[in-house]
């Protein structure tokens, strides 16, 4: 099936509207109505709840996935157009994130992405960096790694703070200003929190903390998809996210945007040097005794070798959310449901952890203040799938959830309490 005629079909579905689906329309478009495209949300007896930690594949992915495996069966030589469609993609990305393809690189995953920028950085021994103490493991074992080499690594104590009041809330540059001083050289920190739906203020960090000399590295892993995203208005030095999450691509492709000041100023060089990172490459592969001269952009950290499968299953999911889904409609069909869940937990007497205005909350992620492991067995038994974290139970939407699938929620929710499952009460 071709991807044009996939995507016409799912906007023909879409506008047999629903009367949740014409309600969703007064935004310009039906998100609901692309719902099918996930053939897993036909079994009724599933509700998926769990896009944070993998969204289910659709058929937009599958498509190009299946045309991948046709080429590499019946063309002779597909390698030039499957290497052109990573450049299309590139192109893509770029526009989605507000920026120039020239600042995109491509790695294997975030961990990489990440690794590969914070290892070209320079430091002296006694500098200093300043994380969350609720980071990611991906981002802060990257930096508790280079302690072995004079690096201090400060955590800000977020956790303790947050127990003894109650209340997860977002970070901004207030937060991280008393741990930061003359020798402090980055600060690493997602822009939204896996574990709660906190959404940092990464823009006001970086206006208060680029200008000191200050690098500013956010993952951004959980924005990517469900929100929409503008790398120039944040003022990264960088930004590393996967495409496996929001972007519902298979695993191994992942972008990281450097800004072009912090190649020119700081001529990082990568932590892994191959064919890709060099530009005086010969034609005849041989490598001469001169000095290497690595690419004045971002594809310095760039690998020869990509996952070009990944590429191609990315071109296909980008094109169809930039210019058929919209990235500011996604984000607002996630916040119509989440703004739903709110309601129904708050008749509940069931908490969601974390802030409560937009502006400081992801607007896919809701951590339910839920600890009794009897929770999990609820759920599963109910066909409800979502994941457990230390905070609680995290639901997060994608763009095929609609409110018949918080409704189901509130149900099995209900359900559990007449059960006698137990609800932390303040």
């Known amino acids: 099936m071709p991807a044009a005629k996939l ?4 906007v023909a579905h879409a506008n047999g509207a629903t009367k949740e689906t014409q309600v969703t329309q007064s935004c310009g478009i039906s998100i609901a109505g692309f719902r099918y495209l996930v053939p897993l949300l036909s079994d009724n007896s599933i509700t998926y709840l769990n896009a944070s930690l993998a969204p289910p594949s659709n058929l937009i992915i599958h498509e190009a996935i299946t045309r991948y495996a046709a080429e590499a069966l019946y063309q002779t030589l597909p390698k030039p ?16 994130i507000n920026t120039d393809p020239s600042t995109i690189s491509f790695t294997r995953d975030t961990t990489e992405a990440l690794g590969s920028f914070i290892r070209g950085l320079r430091f002296k021994p006694g500098d200093n960096v300043v994380l969350l103490d609720s980071e990611h493991p991906n981002h802060a074992y990257q930096w508790m790694s280079l302690r072995s080499a004079g690096l201090e690594v400060r955590q800000i104590p977020t956790i303790p703070t947050a127990q003894e009041s109650g209340e997860v809330v977002a970070a901004n540059a207030a937060t991280f200003a008393p741990y930061v001083d003359d020798r402090t050289v980055a600060i690493g920190l997602s822009s939204v929190m896996f574990h709660s739906g906190q959404w940092n203020d990464v823009g006001d960090i970086c206006a208060v903390f680029r200008p000191r000399g200050i690098h500013v590295i956010a993952d951004i892993t959980q924005q990517v998809g469900f929100a929409t995203v503008d790398v120039q208005a944040l003022g990264v030095s960088a930004a590393a996210f996967s495409l496996h999450k929001g972007l519902h691509c298979p695993t191994g ?16 060089t990568p932590p892994i040097v191959g064919y890709g990172a060099v530009s005086n490459v010969r034609a005849d592969l041989l490598v001469p005794d001169d000095p290497i001269t690595y690419h004045s952009s971002a594809r310095r950290y760039e690998h020869l070798n990509l996952s070009l499968i990944a590429a191609a299953a990315a071109k296909a999911y980008l094109t169809f959310y930039l210019d058929t889904l919209g990235p500011k409609n996604v984000e607002d069909h996630l916040y119509a449901l989440g703004d739903a869940l709110r309601q129904d937990c708050k008749q509940l007497d069931i908490k969601i952890v974390g802030p409560e205005t937009r502006e400081q909350h992801a607007p896919h992620l809701y951590v339910l203040n839920l600890h ?19 905070l609680g139970i995290r639901v997060s939407f994608g763009f095929y959830n609609n409110l018949d699938d918080v409704k189901k929620l509130t149900r099995v929710l209900r359900s559990g309490l007449d059960a006698g499952l137990v609800v932390p009460r303040s």
């Not at 995507?7 to 799912?10: H, L």
């Not at 999990?376 to 994941?387: A, E, L, W, Y």
């Open 7 to 10: 995507v016409n079909g799912a």
């Open 81 to 96: 157009g499957w290497q052109a469609a990573v450049e299309d993609t590139r192109r893509l990305v770029a526009r989605y």
């Open 253 to 268: 492709l992942a972008v990281l945007h450097v800004d072009p000041a912090v190649i020119d100023n700081v001529d990082p």
């Open 372 to 390: 009794d492991s009897k929770w999990m067995d609820h759920f599963r038994n109910c066909g409800i799938i979502v994941t457990p974290y230390r």
